[in-house]
């Protein structure tokens, strides 16, 4: 299975800041990479596809970009609702294969 | 509106059994590939179980985790899928999520606790 290493575990942010959120696959994975949103309590939410394609809904502050075994998810101002835990998804080779997530807290 | 619900989980004892449905509603669940994922704090999201259409006779694939264990089923009348769980280890405490879609849809989850 291909292994997902997401880096940084813990992430101490303010609003407004501008946050990044990594993922390095342990091959390559075409850019079939997801992102996800998870709030305690709840599923996660898909918000990023294949790299870059932003899910309907989600606020355009997201974004997504990387290649081959590096991709980065991007939050340009954080929003008091963007506190949560981000997930990153790995769909090129079966079986999907997540990241061990990243939390996301308030200053 | 697509919408998946889970139902089923509980407490149960090491080596016992249960059965998850997951309903859904809102697409064509006939040609659907539907997974089973679960979350736990100790080994974070984790895919357990795909089955596909008809069309493939209902292929199923298994985690190497629960191969042997849990088996996954559709009943396409039903628009629902169910995992059932065999010989249950405390390990296998989690949130048991169903998605479709290439994990774009997810339902609520519901809780499985494997405990004496």
């Known amino acids: 299975d291909i292994q997902m290493t997401q880096s940084p575990s813990f992430l101490s942010a303010s609003v407004g800041d501008r946050v990044t959120i990594n993922c390095k696959a342990s091959?390559?994975?075409?850019?079939?990479l997801n992102w996800y949103q998870q709030k305690l309590g709840e599923a996660p939410k898909r918000l990023i596809y294949?790299?870059?394609n932003l899910q309907t809904g989600i606020p355009s502050r997201f974004s997504g970009s990387g290649s081959g075994t590096d991709y980065t998810l991007t939050i340009s101002s954080l929003q008091p609702e963007d506190f949560a835990t981000y997930f990153c998804?790995?769909?090129?080779?079966?079986?999907?294969?997540f990241g061990a997530g990243t939390k996301l807290e308030l200053k | 509106e697509v919408q998946l619900m889970e139902t089923g989980g509980g407490l149960v004892q090491p080596g016992k059994s249960l059965k998850l449905t997951c309903a859904t509603s809102?697409?064509?669940?006939?040609?659907?590939?539907m997974n089973w994922v679960r979350q736990s704090p100790e080994k974070g999201l984790e895919w357990i179980a795909r089955?596909?259409?008809?069309?493939?006779?209902?292929?199923?694939e298994y985690a190497e985790s629960v191969k042997g264990r849990f088996t996954i089923s559709r009943d396409d009348s039903k628009s629902s899928i169910y995992l059932q769980m065999n010989s249950l280890k405390e390990e296998d405490t989690a949130t048991y999520y169903c998605?479709?879609?290439?994990?774009?849809?997810w339902g609520q989850g519901t809780l499985v606790t494997v405990s004496s």
């Open positions: 998804l790995q769909h090129n080779s079966f079986p999907g294969t």
């Open positions: 091959q390559n994975i075409n850019k079939y």
């Open positions: 809102g697409f064509t669940f006939s040609t659907a590939w």
């Open positions: 089955i596909k259409p008809k069309s493939t006779n209902y292929a199923t």
């Open positions: 294949n790299t870059n």
């Open positions: 998605t479709w879609m290439g994990f774009a849809y």
